[in-house]
């Protein structure tokens, strides 16, 4: 009986990192009713290479009208000045996005608590379906976190690349969250 305990956990690890590699290649643009950017690193009111990433997607989505608004995410790390979320924001008003289609929730520290504030303020203005934004290593469990906060998403993400450490760290959180949820996950995990 252990040896099947021992021989099931890799194998499943294994197909979960196959199922977080093909979801990198995900890319639904159907409509929506609205876009999440999901936050990172800012620099003093800069977006980092992968924050700017994420909202020059984001707005090229919402060019092309997939949904009417973009919810940016992020709180911000000790000694921040700006929130990853505001800098989100006062980088799409320099691109021209009328900030009535912008909606800034700069709660959570973690993709989890992000999207769960992101889902409370959504759901308050009768919104579940979303385009979720962020790099496509992330694509499976961005998913799964949005469907466990009661959020109906497809993904989007930029079109970067993933390191082997990204990767096994997806497969991790994906593997584990599939079976003890992604909140309980996140609490462990960080």
């Known amino acids: 009986m252990v040896w099947i305990v021992v021989l099931a956990v890799p194998v499943y690890f294994l197909l979960t990192l196959a199922n977080v590699w093909l979801a990198t290649s995900w890319d639904d643009r159907d409509p929506t009713d609205a876009i999440v950017v999901l936050g990172a690193a800012q620099y003093n009111g800069t977006p980092s290479p992968a924050l700017a990433g994420r909202l020059d ?14 919810v940016l995410t992020g709180s911000k790390q000790a000694g921040d000045t700006f929130t990853e979320a505001y800098v989100g924001l006062t980088y799409l008003r320099g691109k021209g996005v009328p900030e009535k289609d912008l909606v800034v929730i700069a709660t959570g520290t973690s993709t989890y608590e992000s999207l769960a504030a992101s889902g409370r303020e959504l759901r308050s203005r009768g919104v579940s379906r979303v385009t979720m934004v962020s790099d496509p290593y992330h ?26 450490g990204q990767m096994s760290r997806e497969t991790i959180a ?7 949820g992604y909140r309980r996950v996140t609490n462990w995990l960080g």
């Open 57 to 70: 997607h984001a707005y090229e989505l919402w060019q092309q009208k997939v949904a009417p608004s973009i």
């Open 139 to 164: 694509s499976l469990r961005v998913s799964g976190i949005a469907e466990e906060v009661a959020l109906d998403p497809l993904v989007s993400p930029t079109g970067t690349s993933a390191t082997w």
């Open 174 to 180: 994906v593997g584990l969250g599939r079976i003890f």
